[in-house]
C-alpha cells in the first residue's frame, strides 16, 4: 500500500519559517521525482516545487523562488520544504507527490501518488 504522509503544518507570522516533511512508504523512493503543490481556499491546486529522482535538478514556482528550498533523504524516504520569509499569500494547504515521470511535470496529472495534506497559515 502506497502512503505519503505529510508533517510541519502549523501557524507562523510573516516573515517566519516552517519546514515541511513528506515521507513515501510502499513504493521505492529513489524511483521517484517529488514535489510539493499547495491549495489555498477557493483556488486552484498550484505547483510550488519538485526535486528530481538524484537531487540534483530542482524547480520552483516563481512566488516561491528564492524563499522556499526542496531537498530529500532517500535513507529516510523523506522530502522536505524548507519555507522562509513566510507570507500571508504561502497560507494553503500543501500536498506532496511522487512522480516516475522524466520530465519533473509542473502540473497535477503527472503524478503517480498523493498526499493528504498538511495546513500553513500564515498570519500577517
Known amino acids: 500500500q502506497v502512503e505519503l504522509v505529510e508533517s510541519g503544518g502549523g501557524l507562523v507570522q510573516a516573515g517566519g519559517s516552517l519546514r515541511l516533511s513528506c515521507t513515501l512508504s510502499?513504493?521505492?523512493?529513489?524511483?521517484?521525482?517529488m514535489g510539493w503543490f499547495r491549495q489555498a481556499p477557493g483556488k486552484e491546486r498550484e505547483f510550488v516545487s519538485i526535486i528530481s529522482r538524484s537531487g540534483d535538478y530542482t524547480f520552483y514556482a516563481d512566488s516561491v523562488k528564492g524563499r522556499f528550498t526542496i531537498s530529500r533523504d532517500d535513507a529516510k524516504n523523506t522530502v522536505y520544504l524548507q519555507m522562509n520569509s513566510l507570507k500571508p499569500e504561502d497560507t494553503a494547504v500543501y500536498y506532496c507527490?511522487?512522480?516516475?515521470?522524466?520530465?519533473?511535470?509542473?502540473?497535477?496529472?503527472?503524478?503517480?501518488?498523493w498526499g493528504q495534506g498538511t495546513q500553513v497559515t500564515v498570519s500577517s
Open positions: 510502499g513504493r521505492t523512493f529513489s524511483y521517484y521525482a
Open positions: 507527490a511522487c512522480s516516475q515521470s522524466h520530465s519533473l511535470p509542473e502540473w497535477s496529472g503527472g503524478y503517480d501518488y
